[in-house]
């Protein structure tokens, strides 16, 4: 059983196009974190959400965490080939705890 | 600042052989994850060391794979021997203490043959 579950798992969009992913789990997450991973690299980490209903944004990109703290959603405005990747979230389910990963979401921008 | 190290990039062995991994974390960091990555899947975390004290090795196959983390700094991960469904992206991560910012290295990808 996913604990968190991403979708969509692949998605392919021209350049300049809006998307959203979304990380959605039945488990309450104390925080929950996105990353970005590019081939032949490490995840590298992108932002992390504490409060439920928290909405950070890092330039083109919005995160919003969930009112209950059990999903959150990534959205991209007019994406560029520059942001492919494998988005990926992740949480502890409490405390001290080592992070779950989602399965991830693979993204392809086309130029 | 230089990230965290791992070596090798890239590794090839026939199965029943044994594979080291090394990785060398951000200077300062206590804590130190080895994931492993399978392809189209988010990274599963095999061991989770604070200093030099495993603390989280639930999910790592006991019979086949080992770590160390001597003198709290660098760690090696070894499989002896390999089988053909260990082929994967092996991920080292590092951060100030569990409660902080993970960063990844690059990762080995090791295939079985």
């Known amino acids: 059983t996913q604990l968190l579950e991403q979708s969509p798992q692949f998605l392919s969009i021209q350049e300049g196009e809006n998307l959203t992913v979304y990380c959605n789990s039945s488990?309450?997450?104390?925080?929950l974190q996105w990353y970005r991973q590019e081939p032949g690299e490490g995840p590298v980490l992108l932002v992390t959400?504490?409060?439920?209903?928290e909405v950070k944004k890092l330039k083109r990109l919005t995160f919003q965490f969930g009112d209950a703290r059990k999903d959150s959603s990534l959205h991209i405005t007019a994406a560029q080939p520059g942001d492919t990747g494998l988005y990926l979230c992740a949480g502890p389910l409490s405390g001290n705890t080592p992070l779950v990963f989602g399965k991830g979401t693979r993204l392809s921008v086309i130029a | 600042e230089a990230g965290v190290v791992q070596s090798p990039r890239y590794k090839i062995i026939e199965k029943k052989q044994p594979v080291a991994f090394w990785c060398n974390p951000i200077s300062g960091h206590n804590t130190l994850y080895w994931y492993l990555q399978n392809l189209g899947q988010g990274p599963e975390l095999l061991i989770r060391?604070?200093?030099?004290?495993?603390?989280?090795d639930s999910q790592l196959p006991k019979d086949r794979f080992s770590a160390e983390r001597l003198k709290g700094v660098d760690s090696t991960l070894k499989i002896q021997p390999a089988e053909l469904g260990d082929s994967a992206v092996y991920l080292c991560?590092?951060?100030?203490?569990?409660?902080?910012?993970?960063?990844f290295g690059p990762g080995t990808r090791l295939t079985v043959l």
């Open positions: 991560a590092s951060s100030l203490n569990t409660y902080n910012e993970q960063f």
């Open positions: 060391y604070e200093n030099e004290e495993a603390v989280d």
């Open positions: 959400v504490v409060t439920g209903g």
């Open positions: 488990s309450v997450f104390s925080s």
